[in-house]
C-alpha cells in the first residue's frame, strides 16, 4: 500500500521557513488532486530550534507521519538538519539540500565544532544529492527570504506535478507583496536543479 | 468545497458549523489555533480568559443561557478547570457545551503526558476522539449534538498530531433553526447544593448506561472486517499508523472511547482470531475491555510512555523494518530564547547571583539549560510562587535568601495571583520576579489581560501590575528593566536580602511583539576584535547572536548581524569594552 505514496521530507532550522514551503506544498498536490497530509511539531520557542515537517500524498493517505526508513525525498533547508534526518530516507531516495549553515547554540558558544565534509557524508549514501545555493539564488530573486521557494522550485523537479499546480500554490500562501519575488525564486529553484 | 486544514482549523470550522456563540481558552499548545482560527467567523463571540477554570466557566454560562460554547485547553489546563468540570457533569447543560482537551503524547512542548481519556472516566462525561482534520470538524459537531441529547458536557480528545497535522477536510454551511439564547431558570439542575446534587447523581449514571447503548449504534464507532486472524481496536491517531502497518487486518475504529461500545466490542472480539489493542500512553480501552472479560493484547507489546508512531508497530508487531543509513553522533539544536530576549538578562543575573529559583511555565523555563543554567524546579503554572513559600518555610534563615520565585505576566494573572496572596498573608519573607513581556510568549505571542488587546485585537483596559501586587498587600515592588544588567542585579540583591515579601517586576516587550519600539539601539552591536581577548564572558548569555570563532588555541567573539537585535546585554557584561554600538 505504502507504494503508491509518496512521503516529502523538509528539515530545517525555525525562522527558514520551512513550514510555509511544506504548506505550498501541501496545497499544490490538493490542487493536482491527490490526498495530502502533513505533520510537524510546533509550539515551543523554536526559533533557532530543529524543524521538521512530513508531507505525504498518494490516492489515500493513512499516517500522517511518514514511517522510518520510508522518505522518498528529503528537502533540506541547513546542511546539519539533512544530514541529521537521512535515517529517515529509504535507501535511493533523493535528496535535494541548501548549502548553509547555521550554528546550534552548542557550536556557536564554543563548546562543538559544527561537523566538517557534511556534503560528502550525504553524497557517500546519496550519491546523486542536490546541492544548491538557496540564499544566493534567492538574493538574486530580490530577498534572501525568498529560500524556501527557492528551495520549493529545486524539489518541483523531482515531482511529476504539473508547473500551474505549483504557482497557484504559491499565489495563494505567498504573502502577495513578494509574489512576483517568489515565483521568480521558484523558478531560479526550478531550473537550477 | 475542499480546503487543507490543520485539526485546530477543522475544530473552529466545526464550531461554526454547529452554530457556536462562545468560544472561551486560555492558550496553551497544541490547542491555541483553535480560537485563533474561530475568530474569522465573527458570529462566534471568542475571548481569552485568564485561566482554563474561568474559560470553563465562561463557557458553562453561555451554555445555560441555551447558548452553544466551545471551550479549548491543553491537557494539563484540563487540571485547571477539573473543578467546575465535574459538577458540570452533574448540572448537564442547556445549550450543548463541549470541552476540547488537545493531548500532547511525546511531551513535545509540555511538563508531562497524561491521557485526558482518563478524565471522561472520572468525570462521568462522553469523550470523542478524532484521527483527522475531517473527523475533528465533524466530531465538533456530532459531539454538540450529543451533549444536548444527552444532557452532558462533552469532551473532545485530540492529540498534538491531529491538532497540528493538516489534512483535507470538505466544507459544509452552518447549521440553522438553533433555539435563540434566553433566561431560563431551573434551580433544580443548576444549583448543586448537596440535595439537588444528590438528585443528579444517579441521573447521571443513568445517562452513562444509555450513552453505552448508544455508543453501540454510533457509526463513528466502526467495524473495517478485512483478514480475520489479527483485529485491533484503536482510536485517534493510533487508528492511521494501524492502517499504515497492517492495512490487511481487522480494525474496530472507536470514534467515542468513552463510554465504550461493549456489544460491538464482543461482536468484534467474536470474529476476529487475535486482538490487539493499540492505543497512545495509558492501558485505557485496554483494561475496560479487559474488564468485560475479553482477551486482547495491548500494552504486554505497546509502549505506554510517548508517542506511538508506524516504526514502533512494525517492531510491537514484529514486520521486517526496511535498511536506513546510520549518521554519527550530531550537536543536538535545542530551542533557545530568542536574540533579545528580555529573559536573557534576569537569567544572566540569577546564575550570578547563584539564586535558587523555582520557575514555571513559559519561555523562560529555558533559563533552565546552559549556558544560563538558573531554573532549579518547575511543576505547573503558578507553582513557582507557592513553591517558593514552601521551601522557605523549611530553610535557615541564610538559605532563605536564595530564594526567588520566577513568573510570567499571562502565567502570574493566570494562577500567581493566589500564590503571591499565600505569600502576604503568612508574610513569607521570598521575592516573586514577575517577568513582564507584555504578552503570553510561549504559546505564540497571544494576549492577556496585561497586555491591553483581546483576543480578536481590540483595544481593552491593561491591568496594572504593580497597582495590582500592591493591593495585595506587597509593599516592597521594584521596577526594572531586564536589559539593565547592574540595575538589575542591585535591585535583586536588595529584594532577596529582604527579610520581608518582595516583588520584582523586570518590564521589557517580548522581541517579537512588533507593536512596541522594543529596542533604541536597532543597528545592533559589534565586536572591536582588536580589544576581545576572547574571555568567553559574553558567551555566557547564550545569545544565538553571539557566535565563537576558535582560532588556534585562542578565539574571539563575532556578532552576526543578521540576528542581532541590539539589546546590548551583550556590552554590558564585556568588561574589555570590546562590544560596542554599531554608528
Request: charge should be neutral; hydrophobic fraction near 40%.
Amino acid at each position: 500500500m505504502s507504494s503508491t505514496i509518496i512521503n516529502v521530507l523538509m528539515v530545517g532550522v525555525g525562522g527558514q521557513g520551512t513550514l510555509l514551503a511544506s504548506e505550498i506544498l501541501s496545497e499544490a498536490l490538493k490542487q493536482a488532486g491527490f490526498d495530502v497530509k502533513k505533520s510537524e511539531i510546533h509550539g515551543m520557542s523554536q526559533r533557532g530550534g530543529s524543524v521538521v515537517s512530513h508531507v505525504r500524498f498518494g490516492k489515500e493517505v493513512q499516517s500522517p507521519i511518514i514511517p522510518e526508513g520510508e522518505a522518498d525525498i528529503l528537502l533540506g533547508f541547513e546542511l546539519l538538519e539533512s544530514y541529521r534526518y537521512l535515517p529517515l530516507l529509504k535507501k535511493g531516495g533523493k535528496v535535494v539540500v541548501n548549502d548553509l549553515k547555521i550554528n546550534p547554540s552548542i557550536v556557536s558558544t564554543g563548546r562543538e565544532p559544527y561537523p566538517a565534509g557534511l556534503v560528502d557524508k550525504i553524497r557517500e549514501s546519496f550519491p546523486d544529492c542536490v546541492v544548491l545555493d538557496g540564499v544566493e539564488l534567492a538574493n538574486s530573486a530580490g530577498s534572501p527570504k525568498a529560500a524556501n521557494t527557492v528551495l520549493i522550485g529545486a524539489l518541483s523537479k523531482q515531482l511529476d506535478i504539473d508547473e500551474k499546480f505549483w504557482l497557484a500554490a504559491i499565489e495563494k500562501m505567498a504573502p502577495s507583496k513578494a509574489l512576483e519575488i517568489n515565483k521568480k525564486a521558484f523558478y531560479l529553484g526550478r531550473n537550477g536543479a | 468545497m475542499k480546503e487543507i486544514l490543520s485539526g485546530n482549523e477543522a475544530i473552529a470550522r466545526g464550531a461554526f458549523e454547529a452554530g457556536v456563540k462562545v468560544a472561551s481558552a486560555y492558550p496553551g499548545t497544541p490547542s491555541t489555533e483553535i480560537l485563533e482560527n474561530i475568530i474569522q467567523y465573527k458570529d462566534i463571540d471568542a475571548s481569552w480568559a485568564p485561566n482554563e477554570k474561568v474559560a470553563l466557566e465562561v463557557g458553562i454560562g453561555a451554555s445555560f443561557g441555551g447558548g452553544r460554547a466551545l471551550v479549548t485547553m491543553k491537557h494539563v489546563g484540563v487540571n485547571v478547570a477539573a473543578d467546575p468540570l465535574f459538577t458540570l457533569s452533574y448540572t448537564g447543560v442547556n445549550g450543548g457545551l463541549v470541552l476540547v482537551s488537545a493531548d500532547d503524547p511525546e511531551m513535545h512542548s509540555s511538563q508531562n503526558e497524561q491521557d485526558n481519556r482518563n478524565y471522561a472516566k472520572f468525570a462521568k462525561v462522553p469523550m470523542l476522539e478524532s484521527a483527522d482534520s475531517q473527523e475533528c470538524k465533524d466530531f465538533t459537531k456530532l459531539a454538540f449534538a450529543i451533549s444536548e441529547q444527552f444532557d452532558t458536557p462533552v469532551m473532545l480528545r485530540t492529540t498534538t498530531r491531529t491538532s497540528h497535522g493538516k489534512s483535507i477536510v470538505t466544507l459544509e454551511e452552518p447549521v440553522a433553526g438553533l433555539p435563540v439564547p434566553k433566561l431560563t431558570r431551573n434551580a433544580a439542575k443548576f444549583v448543586m447544593l448537596p440535595s439537588n446534587a444528590r438528585v443528579r447523581h444517579p441521573f447521571i449514571e443513568e445517562r452513562t448506561l444509555k450513552l453505552q447503548q448508544y455508543a453501540n449504534t454510533l457509526t463513528i464507532n466502526r467495524m473495517e472486517l478485512r483478514d480475520r486472524s489479527i483485529g485491533v481496536i484503536t482510536s485517534g491517531i493510533p487508528y492511521q499508523y494501524v492502517r499504515e502497518v497492517l492495512p490487511e487486518a481487522s480494525v474496530l475504529k472507536l470514534g467515542m472511547v468513552y463510554p465504550l461500545p461493549d456489544k460491538l466490542i464482543r461482536e468484534f472480539a467474536g470474529k476476529v482470531e487475535k486482538l490487539y489493542i493499540v492505543e497512545e500512553l495509558d492501558p485505557f480501552i485496554e483494561e475496560q475491555v479487559k474488564a468485560m472479560g475479553v482477551e486482547v493484547i495491548g500494552k504486554e507489546i505497546i509502549p505506554i510512555c510517548g508517542e506511538l508512531t508506524p516504526g514502533i508497530l512494525r517492531k510491537a508487531f514484529k514486520l521486517p523494518e526496511p535498511a536506513r543509513s546510520r549518521v554519527d553522533i550530531l550537536p543536538g539544536r535545542p530551542p533557545n530564547m530568542c536574540p533579545g530576549c528580555p529573559h536573557r538578562g534576569i537569567f544572566y543575573t540569577l546564575n550570578q547571583l547563584k539564586a535558587y529559583v523555582m520557575g514555571d511555565i513559559g519561555c523562560y523555563t529555558l533559563g533552565f539549560l546552559p549556558p544560563l543554567s538558573a531554573m532549579d524546579t518547575c511543576v505547573c503554572m503558578g507553582a513557582g510562587i507557592g513553591n517558593a513559600i514552601g521551601i522557605t518555610k523549611v530553610l535557615s534563615t541564610e538559605e532563605q535568601k536564595k530564594v526567588v520565585a520566577v513568573i510570567g505576566d499571562s502565567t502570574f494573572l493566570h494562577s500567581g495571583i493566589t500564590g503571591l496572596l499565600d505569600m502576604v498573608y503568612n508574610n513569607v519573607p521570598a521575592t516573586v520576579i514577575i517577568l513582564d513581556n507584555r504578552i503570553t510568549a510561549m504559546t505564540g505571542r497571544q494576549e492577556n489581560p496585561a497586555s491591553g488587546f483581546t483576543l480578536v485585537g481590540d483595544e481593552t483596559f491593561k491591568v496594572d501590575l504593580p497597582q495590582l501586587v500592591r493591593s495585595l498587600g506587597v509593599k516592597n515592588v521594584r521596577i526594572v528593566d531586564p536589559l539593565n544588567i547592574d540595575e538589575t542585579k542591585q535591585v535583586l540583591q536588595e529584594e532577596m536580602e529582604r527579610p520581608e515579601p518582595s516583588v520584582v517586576i523586570t518590564r521589557r516587550p517580548c522581541v517579537l511583539i512588533k507593536r512596541e519600539g522594543v529596542y533604541e539601539n536597532g543597528a545592533g552591536v559589534k565586536v572591536d576584535i582588536e580589544l576581545c581577548a576572547g574571555c568567553k564572558a559574553c558567551l555566557k548569555l547564550g545569545c544565538p547572536a553571539i557566535i565563537w570563532q576558535a582560532d588556534g588555541k585562542k578565539g574571539k567573539a563575532f556578532i552576526d548581524p543578521q540576528l542581532c537585535t541590539g539589546c546590548n546585554v551583550c556590552e554590558q557584561v564585556c568588561k574589555l569594552n570590546a562590544i560596542e554600538a554599531k554608528k
